[in-house]
């Protein structure tokens, strides 16, 4: 199975779990509105361990509904330079409630967000490995790993929003 079918069924799995929430939480209220640390810790784990499966040193950042890092978790031997390109990754899923490789075909010359990159004091990434994380409609938090290549961290910010969305109803995860 290559890199590309991996993410297809990553991001059919995460769909299928979003709808199904979308359905149940449209009538209850959201077990919680914003990331909280227990949260970021758990989900940090897991990302953690599909790196160590596919071979990537990653550092995996966490933010809150305001793009405020609440977890920044860089596994050994990570490069330095993938300290604030996760952070930044994590911090523009939020500003613009997409993933980063959503955004990057409309930052691209000729589309509609064009020089994007450039605003918000250059804070804005146009490559993959970012993904809001989402309970019912709301994007809670944001998520960016960055250590691998393009690929790489697109999979690894998939299999977390994805193990995030399956896993926000567990009663571990009350506030």
């Known amino acids: ?33 914003n990331m909280v640390l227990s949260i970021a810790k758990e989900l940090s784990e897991a990302v953690e361990a599909e790196a160590a499966r596919i ?16 977890l920044v978790h ?3 031997d990570a490069f330095i330079a993938s300290y604030d390109v996760a952070l930044q990754k994590a911090f523009t899923v939020v500003a ?6 959503d955004l990057k075909p409309l930052a691209q010359p000729g589309g509609s967000l064009y020089g994007i990159q450039f605003t918000n004091d250059c804070h804005i990434v146009i490559f993959g490995g970012g993904e809001p994380l ?3 409609e709301r994007v809670i938090g944001g998520l960016g790993v960055s250590g691998g290549t393009e690929e790489q961290d697109t ?14 109803k567990a009663l571990s995860w009350s506030k």
């Open 134 to 136: 989402v309970v019912g």
């Open 96 to 101: 613009l409630k997409m993933s980063t490789i």
């Open 155 to 168: 999979h690894l910010a998939a299999f977390g929003a994805a193990y995030f969305a399956s896993h926000v």
């Open 1 to 33: 199975m290559n890199t590309n079918e991996l993410e297809t069924i990553i991001r059919e799995e995460l769909n299928r779990v979003c709808i199904s929430d979308k359905q149940e939480t449209q009538t209850a209220q959201p077990a919680f509105d």
């Open 55 to 70: 071979g990537v040193n990653a550092v995996i950042a966490v933010s809150d509904r305001a793009a405020r890092p609440v």
């Open 74 to 76: 860089v596994m050994e």
